[in-house]
């Protein structure tokens, strides 16, 4: 058995997966976001809990959001209460066999490129989130790109292209990551909110968004185009830097069947000739995919570079 969880900053899941990746078990709990020492016995009694219900031992995987610094502390915003710890260490501490820990979005590119992922056996691959944030990661000769600092794959923290923020006369938003302009205040999900009421929308949620596209409205057509000409340009510089087969989406913007198919052609614009356009397409497990990557490197599935 494999056993994944995927630590988030409102809510922990723990998955179990047998030997052919079918999910046997999963459940949630509230993540004590602000008390680290409860967060940590939090994971440890899950992995108890998940013994006991399915009478084994499994191997183990978490993946969690933001990235560690030179000392191993985990710098995420939304959980505060880990910052003291050096990660890993602190969790060797709490957990009673040896794991594996990861950057949730580089654990949704080895789900998607895993066994019954959209991009299943693809050597080059690039996941990126389009949800709340635009995390990334990178497969690389079948193996996850890790990068000296564990950060590879935030394409998210690009900077806003000096050209399109001049074409669409764009404000210079602070960054949670302490930039400013970074590309994923316009990409992501609220970034598209943003961009909407730029251009003098009124939408609460790029769901809002979406319907006031689809309705024709001029202010939601406007931020569409400025929102593709964002994402085609940064999915090209990952193009040019990874040469990837295939792009996977994933996140709350990839339920967008209109907005996936666009992307192909918003990354031809920023490609020069004979560099090909990668298949793009959307994150088949969803929700789902985070955990069941960090359970394939708990599982040693997955190699990384
Ligand atoms: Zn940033």
Aim: a negative charge.
């Amino acid at each position: 058995m494999h056993y994944g969880i995927d630590v988030g900053g409102t809510k922990i899941e723990i998955a179990i997966y047998d030997p052919n990746w079918q999910c046997l078990d999963r459940w949630r709990e509230p993540t004590p976001a602000d008390d680290g020492e409860a967060l940590m016995a939090l994971l440890a009694g899950l992995v108890r809990e998940a013994d006991r219900r399915h009478g084994g031992r499994g191997s183990l995987g978490l993946g969690f959001p933001g990235v560690l610094d030179e000392q191993g502390h985990l710098v995420a915003a939304n959980l505060p209460g880990l910052r003291p710890f050096v990660l890993e260490t602190a969790l060797a501490a709490h957990l009673d066999r040896d794991f594996i820990i990861e950057n949730d979005s580089r654990c949704f590119v080895v789900s998607e490129t895993g066994p019954g992922g959209a991009a299943e056996g693809v050597m080059h691959a690039f996941g990126a989130i389009l949800g709340t944030g635009a995390g990334g990661g990178a497969m690389v000769d079948g193996r996850l790109l890790k990068g000296a600092g564990r950060f590879a794959g935030e394409w998210g923290h690009l900077p806003l292209p000096a050209a399109a923020a001049r074409h669409y006369d764009l404000p210079l938003l602070p960054c949670g990551c302490g930039l400013e302009a970074c590309l994923e205040g316009y990409i992501a999900g609220p970034g598209l909110v943003r961009l909407h009421r730029h251009f003098g929308g009124r939408s609460a949620s790029a769901e809002q968004w979406h319907q006031a596209w689809l309705a024709g409205e001029g202010a939601a057509r406007r931020a569409r185009e400025c929102h593709l000409a964002l994402l085609g340009g940064a999915l090209a510089n990952v193009v040019k830097l990874l040469s990837p087969q295939a792009i996977i989406v994933g996140g709350g913007l990839s339920a967008m069947d209109d907005l996936v198919a666009a992307l192909p052609s918003a990354i031809a614009e920023h490609l020069f000739p004979g560099v090909e356009v990668p298949d793009v397409m959307r994150s088949r497990l969803g929700d789902a995919s985070g955990v069941r990557g960090a359970a394939m490197l708990g599982a040693g599935m997955m190699t990384t570079a």
